[in-house]
């Protein structure tokens, strides 16, 4: 089968699902995966990298998180960027987006992305088989949600999902034990005490340090309400 037929079927495929699907399940349930999509948001793990860093150090689960992030980053931005898909609502006349929408293009999903890797990333940290199983449930949901809410393609969040996958086994055996190790050397560097998996004593004693998280936090939540204040906008227009 020729390469443009098979990516016609799953644009045809794609299109029949979302249709089917948008909006499933009523208002309650639609309000539901809005809660549950905000764990497949880029503010969530910025906020935990920064709690990891500068408020309960813990320079593992930081390396981790970030080295998960950073691979998403540095995957999903460029290919949304090379194939340029437009989301659903834009593509399909007859599809109303039940949230705001979203500014960037629409493969593969971001969301999906997150979820599958950040998921994986604490199952194995947790290593229970409740946990495994709470992990592919949220996965399941989270990435069924951007469908159901008109965001995104099936093909988008499966694609996410497995990207999600590879990118969690390439941090986890590539990048997390090379920024594990390079923060463990520099903390012997380190003039005063560095206090390890306890809320951060500075926060109270430096008012310097004090200003320098609330400052993070702050940017991160202010890009956060600036993209929602833009992707309202865009939606209004």
Request: proline share 4%; hydrophobic share 55%; glycine share 6%.
């Amino acid at each position: 089968m020729k390469p443009d037929l098979i990516l016609k079927n799953i644009d045809a495929w794609d299109k029949r699902v979302i249709l089917k699907y948008i909006g499933f399940g009523g208002m309650l349930f639609t309000r539901l995966l809005k809660i549950i999509s905000f764990l497949g948001r880029e503010t969530l793990w910025m906020l935990l990298m920064v709690f990891y860093l500068f408020i309960f150090y813990d320079s593992f689960l930081f390396s981790s998180i970030s080295a998960v992030f950073l691979i998403g980053v540095l995957i999903i931005a460029p290919i949304k960027k090379l194939i340029g898909r437009e989301r659903p609502f834009e593509a399909l006349k007859n599809i109303k987006v039940l949230e705001r929408e979203p500014t960037s293009r629409s493969f593969p999903s971001w969301h999906s992305y997150n979820v599958a890797s950040q998921g994986l990333l604490f199952a194995s940290l947790l290593n229970t088989p409740m946990m495994v199983i709470i992990i592919v449930l949220i996965v399941i949901f989270v990435s069924f949600s951007r469908i159901q809410l008109g965001v995104h393609y099936p093909s988008d969040v499966i694609c996410g999902v497995f990207i999600g996958i590879f990118g969690f086994l390439v941090a986890r055996f590539v990048l997390v034990p090379l920024l594990h190790s390079l923060l463990i050397f520099f903390e012997q560097f380190n003039i005063g005490n560095i206090y390890i998996q306890v809320i951060n004593p500075l926060l109270f004693e430096n008012v310097f340090y004090l200003i320098l998280v609330i400052g993070l936090l702050s940017i991160i939540t202010y890009l956060a309400i600036r993209k929602l204040i833009v992707e309202l906008y865009s939606k209004s227009k």
